[in-house]
C-alpha cells in the first residue's frame, strides 16, 4: 500500500540530546512538510522540501534540521538548541494538491 | 491577518444536531480547498473536497464562495462519532508554501 511512515510512534528525549525523527513515503510525492502540533493548537510549519536535495524553512524553524537526500525521506532532527521540543510531529506530502500524513510522532523530554 | 481562520469552538452540541463550520483564506490566488478531520491524538484525514459548485457527501455537505473567501462544512444529523476536530485547509497549486491550514475548530456531539 502506498503511504507514508513516521517511526517511531513515542519517542523520549533528554535534555541537550539531539533526536531524529523518520518519514518515509512511497507515494513519488515530490513535496514533503513537517509540521508540529501543540495540546488544542493547529499544525505549524517547520520545514518543507519541494523536491530531493532542496527545504525551506517554515514558520518555527529553530532548534531544527532537515535533510532531503532521497525524494522518499525528510528526516526531521529536534536538536538542543529547540528549548521547547514536547509536542507531536507530523510529516506530509502533498499530491493533486491534496494532503496526506503520517501517523505522527509524540516526543517528550525527559 | 492569519492566511486561514476558522473559529476554535468548542461547538457543543446534542446528537441529530445541525452544525455549521466556517472558514476564511486571504490568498484570492488559492485554488484548492478541504476539510480535514483530526481525531484526538491521530494524524488529520481526509474528509472531502470543496468544489465552488458545492459537494455533499452523505450528511456532510462542502461549499465555497471564492468571491468572498469563505468555505464551509455542514454537517447535518450529528452523531456522537463525528466529534473530531476539523481543519479546513487551503493549497497553492504553484509556488513553494503549497499547503495552509486552519488551527482547527473541535467539535464535541453529546448523547
Known amino acids: 500500500d502506498g503511504g507514508i511512515t513516521q517511526s517511531p510512534k513515542y519517542l523520549f528525549r533528554k535534555e541537550g540530546q539531539n533526536v531524529t525523527l523518520s518519514c518515509e513515503q512511497n507515494l513519488n510525492h515530490d513535496a514533503m512538510y513537517w509540521y508540529r502540533q501543540d495540546p488544542g493548537q493547529g499544525l505549524r510549519l517547520i520545514y518543507y522540501s519541494q523536491i530531493v536535495n532542496d527545504f525551506q524553512k517554515g514558520d518555527i524553524a529553530e532548534g531544527y534540521s532537515v535533510s532531503r537526500e532521497k525524494k522518499e525521506s525528510f528526516p526531521l532532527t529536534v536538536t538542543s538548541a529547540q528549548k521547547n521540543p514536547t509536542a507531536f510531529y507530523l510529516c506530509a506530502t502533498t499530491g493533486r494538491s491534496k494532503a496526506f500524513f503520517g501517523q505522527g510522532t509524540r516526543l517528550t523530554v525527559v | 491577518r492569519k492566511e486561514v481562520e476558522q473559529d476554535p469552538g468548542p461547538f457543543n452540541v446534542p446528537e441529530g444536531a445541525t452544525v455549521a463550520f466556517n472558514c476564511t483564506y486571504s490568498n484570492s490566488a488559492s485554488q484548492s480547498f478541504f476539510w480535514y478531520r483530526q481525531d484526538c491524538r491521530k494524524e488529520p484525514k481526509l474528509l472531502m473536497s470543496?468544489?465552488?459548485s458545492g459537494n455533499e457527501d452523505g450528511r456532510f455537505t462542502a461549499q465555497l464562495n471564492r468571491a468572498s473567501q469563505y468555505i464551509s462544512l455542514l454537517i447535518r444529523d450529528s452523531k456522537l462519532s463525528d466529534s473530531a476536530t476539523y481543519l479546513c485547509?487551503?493549497?497553492?497549486?504553484?509556488?513553494?508554501?503549497?499547503?495552509?491550514f486552519g488551527s482547527g475548530t473541535r467539535l464535541q456531539v453529546q448523547p
Open positions: 470543496v468544489y465552488s
Open positions: 485547509v487551503v493549497t497553492l497549486d504553484t509556488g513553494r508554501r503549497a499547503l495552509t
